[in-house]
């Protein structure tokens, strides 16, 4: 039962007015409770047939509301000669049938039907209306009475009188359906045009009824796919936002571990170089290549390599070289002189021809271009450093240089100044327990200043 047991909590929306609107009170009668008292007629020798008109009452504004959504027939207080005695035994059993198939309804009034044809009169009621509903707004329902086939009385501040007009509406009101099928012998049947009307609007209520449901699922189920997509759209953005703060940090980190002078990868860096002209350094002297059979000739006499090996022989420039070659022939010639008297002569049948002079002369040119370009190179790659010598660190087991630096002083600016100071051409060879010397006037970490002796 549930809900439909429930009073009204509002107006009802679906009417039908009968009559016209009394100004004093408002009265509304469900459908089924109409119906009931419309064919509710007197049967098995009976005069007349009462009972109590049940529901709730409520004042909105000053004016009394009264909706009557139940009508309970009172039985053994018929008399003939359409009389009625109320006993205290029909009482007794009448509020037992109220808790049952009307609960949280109390009694607003009471209903006289009689048979075809006759004139019920108010008149003849007075006496007992005053007497068991005497509160104010107590109705009195009369079938078949003097002025019609139904009419409405009242009692009020101004006396008892009866109503101009009453309101119809429609509800499920399952507590009177039961109740009727329950009264088998008065068995509500729904036929002619208004009562086909009747099931006809109320079809076509249900199905909008049904049609609002539907769209109030559809219009929910949209907003928690919405809410759905908009949480997951949020939380793939908070992630997108926190991968590219880690990778930005990452970065820094990257940057500065880097060695001095390298630069992070930038996209647009490749147009730019290339768009910059690129210096040639030229370097004095000729540089060309040796012919096959020279160099298989030079690397066999000096090198010592396999024969047939390319090799690119630089030669200096004129005014830096020319000089010390002219010396070293001069001093080479008596020796030379004196190897060829001692040398046996070589016969004709295949012995090999000693080597002339002027092999001599660009063997010796190589070998004085290269020992001054290591020397050069060498200078080159020395490291320079304007610090001053400070503190000295000792190197621990499996420690780097760019590593110690960068413990020292959070970068790796510094790299190139231990290795000056120090006398280092490798900056990636340092061994285990080496003391270093490190440059004066730079600022070491508080917590590293403990490493550094001074």
């Known amino acids: 039962m549930g809900d439909l047991y429930e009073p009204l909590s509002k107006l009802p929306k679906n009417i039908r007015q009968i009559g016209d609107r009394d100004d004093t009170v408002r009265l509304y009668i469900e459908d089924y409770v109409s119906t009931y008292l419309k064919r509710l007629f007197p049967s098995g020798g009976q005069d ?47 509020y037992q049938s109220m808790e049952e198939s009307f609960p949280r309804r109390t009694v607003q009034g009471w209903f006289l039907c009689g ?45 008892f009188y009866r109503l101009k007009g009453y309101s119809i509406y429609y509800d499920k009101n399952q507590m009177m359906q039961d109740y009727m099928i329950c009264r088998k012998d008065v068995k509500r049947v729904e036929s002619g045009a208004g009562d086909r009307v009747i099931r006809d609007f109320r079809e076509r209520m249900e199905d909008r009824k049904k049609e609002a449901v539907s769209q109030r699922h ?17 939380a793939g953005g908070v992630a997108m936002m926190n991968n590219y703060q880690k990778m930005q940090e990452m970065e820094t980190v990257l940057v500065s571990v880097l060695p001095e002078g390298a630069r992070p990868w930038e996209p647009d860096r490749e147009e730019r170089e290339e768009s910059v002209p690129v210096v040639v350094e030229e370097i004095k002297g000729r540089i060309y290549p040796k012919t096959e059979e020279e160099s298989s000739h030079l690397v066999g006499s000096s090198a ?118 120090n006398g280092m051409k490798d900056m990636n060879h340092v061994t285990a327990g080496q003391r270093l010397i490190l440059p004066a006037d730079v600022p070491i970490a508080e917590e590293m200043k403990d490493l550094v002796e001074e």
């Open 48 to 94: 007349l047939r009462a009972g109590l008109l049940l529901g709730t009452e409520r004042i909105e504004e000053g004016v009394p509301f009264i909706f009557i959504d139940g009508a309970l027939e009172m039985e053994d207080v018929t008399a003939e000669g359409e009389k009625v005695e109320f006993t205290e035994a029909a009482w007794k059993k009448a």
């Open 115 to 159: 048979a075809p044809g006759c004139t019920l009169s108010p008149l003849n009621y007075w006496k007992q209306h005053g007497q068991y509903f005497s509160e104010k707004n107590q109705l009195m329902y009369l079938n078949s009475g003097l002025e019609g086939d139904e009419s409405i009385y009242i009692t009020s501040d101004d006396g």
């Open 218 to 234: 559809t219009v929910r189920n949209l907003g928690i796919l919405c809410s759905t997509m908009s949480m997951v759209i949020l």
């Open 304 to 421: 010592g390599g396999e024969k047939g090996e390319e090799i690119i022989k630089m030669e200096p420039a004129p005014e830096e070289s020319s000089a010390e070659a002219a010396d070293t022939l001069k001093q080479q010639e008596p020796e030379q002189q004196e190897a060829a008297q001692q040398k046996p002569e070589v016969s004709e049948s295949g012995s090999q021809e000693p080597e002339t002079s002027e092999t001599q002369a660009q063997e010796i040119e190589s070998q004085a271009s290269e020992e001054q370009s290591l020397q050069e190179t060498e200078e080159a790659a020395a490291p320079v450093t304007d610090k001053k010598p400070g503190g000295i660190y000792a190197v621990g087991e499996g420690e780097t240089l760019y590593g110690i630096c960068f413990k020292l002083y959070g970068n790796v600016n510094h790299v190139k100044d231990i290795c000056a100071l």
